[in-house]
T-cell receptor, first 110, second 114 residues
Framework: QQPVQSPQAVILREGEDAVINCSSS?????VHWYRQKHGEAPVFLMI?????EQKGHEKISASFNEKKQQSSLYLTASQLSYSGTYFC???????????FGKGTRLSVIA | DAGVIQSPRHEVTEMGQEVTLRCKPI?????LFWYRQTMMRGLELLIY????????DSGMPEDRFSAKMPNASFSTLKIQPSEPRDSAVYFC????????????FGQGTRLTVV
């Protein structure tokens, strides 16, 4: 079952912040975040492996609340290069595959 | 390593024709996944393999779709017969065994069925 992401789309001006949320109806062991630029393949951003873990990548960070079965991606001081579609992929341990949501389309404008 | 390699990058075919998409995973990666991406449904998991064995094909939309992995370095996704609603971008991804590792995606095959 696909995770649910919100918002579905967001438009930001350079320098603004955004939060993308991801929730799952099933228990999570990890959360993967990917970004896909237009016409390209999804590219890995980060994995959160433990409940409460937070990670950062450039000015992009994420948190993981396993009790609530949720994760959030935080984009700070957005840049034009952040534009793209962001996907979360809840991991359920072992060799189970990543089932992605429909994604959040982020557009950063000057 | 050259990454995950998919071919062809673009395919235009007529309805009813057979289509075969190809994927070469990264050497040493034990898991391989096929995804389909459309605007309406996002990135859908079709099937995945572990050590060349199909584990879950519940995402395959219909019997017209089939996938094989005859060895660790090659996989195919076949659609026979193709229909216009199969038009989408198909991605192959691979990763080492284990749920805590990142998946690497190929550049995708854009399929158009007319």
């Amino acid at each position: 079952q696909q995770p649910v992401q919100s918002p579905q789309a967001v438009i930001l001006r350079e320098g603004e912040d955004a939060v993308i949320n991801c929730s799952s109806s099933k228990a999570l062991y990890s959360v993967h975040w990917y970004r896909q630029k237009h016409g390209e393949a999804p590219v890995f951003l980060m994995i959160l492996l433990k409940g409460g873990e937070q990670k950062g990548h450039e000015k992009i960070s994420a948190s993981f609340n396993e009790k609530k079965q949720q994760s959030s991606l935080y984009l700070t001081a957005s840049q034009l290069s952040y534009s793209g579609t962001y996907f979360c992929g809840p991991g359920r341990g072992g060799n189970t595959p990543l089932v992605f949501g429909k994604g959040t389309r982020l557009s950063v404008i000057a | 390593d050259a990454g995950v390699i998919q071919s062809p990058r673009h395919e235009v075919t007529e309805m009813g024709q057979e289509v075969t998409l190809r994927c070469k995973p990264i050497s040493g990666h034990n898991s391989l996944f096929w995804y389909r991406q459309t605007m309406m449904r996002g990135l859908e998991l079709l099937i995945y393999f572990n050590n060349n064995v199909p584990i879950d094909d519940s995402g395959m939309p219909e019997d017209r779709f089939s996938a094989k992995m005859p060895n660790a370095s090659f996989s195919t996704l076949k659609i026979q017969p193709s229909e216009p609603r199969d038009s989408a971008v198909y991605f192959c991804a691979s990763r080492p065994t284990g749920g805590g590792t990142e998946a690497f995606f190929g550049q995708g095959t854009r399929l158009t069925v007319v």
